[in-house]
């Protein structure tokens, strides 16, 4: 990456101060850009989901792993239970999704709970493991909330064989015009179900998959405790990233962490941070970092730049670190501040591997939060920061009142803020449809065929704050 002009600024820049200049460019298609990151951790997709408890969870792994990303399952999570989530999402088909269940006997009230958990709006009703019908939300409106799902339901439009191309799931869907197609193996048990718009992103997005056909999942581990067992854990478990997670990276518990784990020799890559400087960068790597997290205070649940006055402008933060992993033969991932899909272009083309994203996604019907209506019937899921009173009182709950108390005065970050689905794209693969859109045009604009081509080429310059707001649109004319 070069500046315009070659003039480097004088002062840090967030994502807003900058833009990307177009460049001649032979790439005639965006398709024909590939978007596979190369830190070693077999992402297909630069996004890897944060891990917050309100947005890290079995189900958003699944799905973001389908298409492509990576997932961290948070520290706070007990061992055995990410070993489970684990071993559920490797488990997952690889094109289909997978369904709510219920029995033909389950109540309409049960089905109308249970099917806001999935972006498609149905659930599949099931005899002893064979689907007999589909049941969707608006079949059961003005139903009575205790009738039996087997009185509403409806037969299955479209059955596929399990090794059904997508291509012909498409047209097959296409011609019985049904919002859903339901995947069932040799004996007739279901395997998953599948949409229009699915059947697309399956034949555009492949799966992040490990090396034996499974989907891949990170998890965090903290730096207090006994650090390189709960790391051999989640390495037994199966854990395709190992992210050792801390607010200041920089400090000896990082680096003592880092070395522990490093001494089991993991066959996984190992993230680590969080860091904003070259000096930071360097000592995470020296002590055994393959992946670097960049980021203090840009996130959107976090306070810890109001709180502390600490912190740094993620771009610059990004494109400082990077430089310096790059140099010692490592990587980056740009961990917060990213609001739109510029960002993730824009940290790309600053050096990141890949872009973390936490609250973006904590508004999906996909994060683990139970689906909410405000008073004026607009859906919505609460998140909250990590160091926030809520994440704090949970992670210590084991501990004597005394201890939660007086660790409960310095928390940072909210506690509670409502992310609300947007009506256009609520779930996580409608935004990742978008990010990917975005930045596989920043890269034909660059001229690039690869993340690394982007890099390479992007000419970056500083826009005023003028300059940002003439490049939004309008939704109204003026």
């Known amino acids: 990456m070069q500046f315009l002009d070659a003039v480097t600024p004088h002062h840090d820049l967030t994502y807003d101060d ?51 990303g990576l997932t961290v399952i948070p520290q706070d999570i007990p061992t055995p239970v990410v070993a489970e989530v684990v071993r559920f999402v490797k488990s997952r088909h690889l094109v289909f999704d997978t369904p709510i269940e219920l029995t033909p006997h389950q109540t309409v009230a049960e089905a109308l709970a249970l099917i806001p958990k999935r972006a498609h709006r149905a659930a599949v009703v099931v005899d002893e493991g064979r689907p007999v019908g ?8 003005d139903v009575d909330r205790f009738a039996q799902v087997r009185h509403v339901m409806r037969a299955p439009a479209v059955l596929l064989d399990e090794a059904a191309d997508p291509r012909a799931a498409f047209d097959a869907l296409d011609r019985e015009h049904a919002p ?110 393959d992946i670097v997290k960049v980021g203090v205070g840009p996130g959107a649940m976090c306070t810890t730049r ?39 272009a824009l940290a790309v083309a600053a050096g990141a591997s890949a872009v973390m994203i936490g609250s973006w996604f904590a508004g999906t019907h996909e994060s683990p939060g139970d689906l909410m209506l405000d008073s004026d019937g607009r859906a919505y899921k609460v998140s909250f920061g990590m160091a926030s009173a809520r994440a704090v009182a949970s992670r210590t709950a084991g501990e004597s009142a005394y201890e939660r108390a007086r660790k409960g005065l310095y928390e940072e970050g909210i506690s509670s803020s409502r992310m609300y689905l947007d009506p256009a794209r609520p779930g996580v693969e409608d935004l990742v449809d978008q990010i990917c859109s975005g930045l596989r045009s920043a890269c034909t604009y660059a001229g690039a065929t690869t993340l690394t081509e982007l890099h390479e080429r992007a000419v970056v310059g500083v826009q005023s704050a003028a300059g940002f707001h003439e490049g939004r649109p309008l939704a109204t004319s003026w």
């Not at 077999?42 to 973001?64: D, F, Q, S, Y």
């Not at 395997?191 to 697309?200: D, I, K, S, Y």
């Open 180 to 289: 859903l197609a339901v995947a069932v193996d040799a004996g007739g048990r279901l395997v998953g179900v599948l949409t229009r718009t699915g059947a697309l992103r399956a034949a555009l997005y492949p799966p992040a998959v490990d090396h034996q056909g499974g989907l891949r999942v990170a998890a965090a581990v903290g730096v207090n405790g006994d650090v390189a067992q709960k790391a051999r854990d989640l390495l037994e478990a199966g854990v395709d990233c190992l992210v050792v997670d801390t607010a200041h990276g920089h400090q000896d518990r990082m680096l003592e962490a880092l070395r522990a784990i490093r001494a089991l020799d993991p066959a996984v890559p190992v993230a680590a941070g969080n860091v904003v400087s070259a000096e930071g960068t360097r000592a995470l790597v020296e002590a055994g970092a």
């Open 306 to 344: 109001m709180m502390t006055g600490v912190g740094r402008p993620q771009f610059s933060a990004v494109l400082e670190c990077a430089r310096t992993a790059r140099d010692l033969g490592k990587h980056v991932w740009a961990d917060g501040g990213v609001r739109y899909p510029r960002d993730v």
């Open 18 to 68: 900058v833009f990307m200049v177009p460049r001649h460019s032979a790439v005639a298609s965006r398709y024909d850009v590939d978007l596979a990151t190369t830190d070693g951790t077999g992402a297909t997709l630069p996004i890897v989901v944060a891990n917050m408890t309100a947005i890290a969870g079995k189900r958003m792994a699944e799905t973001v792993a389908r298409r492509g």
């Open 134 to 141: 589909v049941v969707a939300e608006a079949d059961c409106v």
